[in-house]
């Protein structure tokens, strides 16, 4: 049979999951990162809202995980909601692994229901089809809340008995990992399969829980799944600036999608090894183009330099968390061994002195000087 698809005009999603508000960063307990850290998370998602306001979304779509744990404060929630409450599209909310739903008594959901009475936004934690009109179109969200934190297996099965009219858009929500994006050895996190999502019916998915992207912003045509990352990167673990999507369905369902940039932090790892391809002044260089205020630095410094260089380092080192939101630092660099510094460090004649002296004049020492030093110095003691 032949369907036509007639389509009054373009239906917009903002997609965004992982958002894990009231995560308190206790690794960096004590410093001014923390504080912002947690306001991040708050300040990102409002990015998000804005965003859909700016491109005039119809749906906010949150693929669970929206808060870190069922233990948030009345606080935390109403701050939450009253950032939600800006949307100028109707936002949907799924439980995800974290803020599952397991009843009515739950105090997490129960607080929010209560905040968002007479508004656009909706909890979707029934496993029941969510249908509404937009743009002269039926929509139909079919959405998979979490009902525990730990699941053997997907929710999505009750999807696939659903008989879908050709003529309504189907989008599925759900929350879990997804075969090849994740690792769940253990079968822990609602494990679903290309061909589990595909199977249901519906014509595409907006999931959460992998904090990476899904497809690459490069890609075209219709995926099967969207994942979005995490709104705010949240650890030194993610490179990514915090994204969400924007997806068009436009005529016969055919999809196009933009990557949308939310977040306003961001960490990074420097790992840096002097010696003699790569000096004090090429790290002066570097440091300098990283600098921004709201990055989070973590330095992993090894090698050798010359004790005025040494000297150097350490007085920079003491200057950057003024450059930074915050700097962590392993600093393992030890003294350059060369001539100048045998003749300094060891009396001649002495039998250390001899033994430097004679690895020093063979071609490329260095590396065999240091550890011959090493094993002359194991505490880093002078002889």
């Not at 399969?193 to 014509?203: C, Y």
Request: include cysteine; proline fraction near 3%; glycine fraction near 6%.
């Amino acid at each position: 049979m032949l369907y036509f698809y007639l389509f009054m005009g373009n239906v917009r999603i903002i997609h965004t999951a992982d958002n894990h508000i009231g995560l308190k960063f206790n690794n960096y307990s004590g410093s001014q990162a923390q504080g912002a850290l947690v306001q991040e998370r708050l300040d990102a998602l409002e990015n998000v809202v804005d965003a859909g306001n700016s491109k005039n979304a119809h749906f906010l779509v949150v693929a669970g995980d929206l808060f870190d744990s069922l233990k948030i404060s009345a606080k935390e929630v109403k701050s939450v909601v009253e950032i939600l409450k800006k949307s100028h599209a109707e936002v949907l909310v799924l439980p995800g692994n974290h803020d599952y739903y397991d009843g009515s008594d739950n105090k997490l959901w129960k607080m929010f229901l209560e905040s968002t009475e007479n508004t656009s936004i909706r909890l979707l934690h029934q496993s029941e089809v969510y249908r509404t009109e937009c743009e002269g179109e039926v929509i139909c969200f079919y959405p998979a809340p979490c009902m525990s934190k730990h699941h053997e297996g997907h929710v999505i099965g009750w999807v696939n008995d659903i008989q879908k009219d050709p003529n309504e858009i189907h989008i599925g929500i759900a929350h879990g990992n997804v075969d090849g994006l994740g690792v769940d050895d253990a079968d822990r996190y609602f494990n679903m399969s290309e061909s589990d999502l595909r199977a249901t019916g519906v014509d595409f998915w907006l999931l959460g829980h992998i904090h990476v992207p899904f497809p690459a912003p490069t890609s075209i045509g219709n995926p099967l799944f969207f994942m979005p990352a995490t709104h705010t990167p949240e650890s030194i673990k993610r490179k990514i600036p915090g994204y969400a999507w924007l997806i068009d369905v436009i005529e016969k369902k055919q999809l196009q999608f933009e990557q949308l940039t939310t977040g306003n932090l961001r960490f990074s790892r420097q790992i840096i090894a002097f010696g003699r391809n790569f000096s004090l002044s090429d790290f002066q260089r570097e440091e300098l183009s990283w600098r921004n205020p709201k990055l989070i630095l973590d330095l992993k410094l090894s090698g050798s330099l010359s004790e005025s260089d040494l000297t150097e380092l350490s007085e920079l080192l003491r200057t950057l968390q003024t450059e930074y939101l915050h700097v962590d630092f392993e600093n393992s660099v030890g003294v350059a061994v060369d001539s100048a510094f045998i003749q300094k460090t060891y009396a001649e004649g002495t039998t250390a002195y001899q033994w430097l002296s004679a690895i020093a004049t063979e071609t490329d020492s260095e590396l065999a000087l240091q550890l011959a030093y090493s094993m002359l110095n194991p505490k880093g003691k002078k002889s």
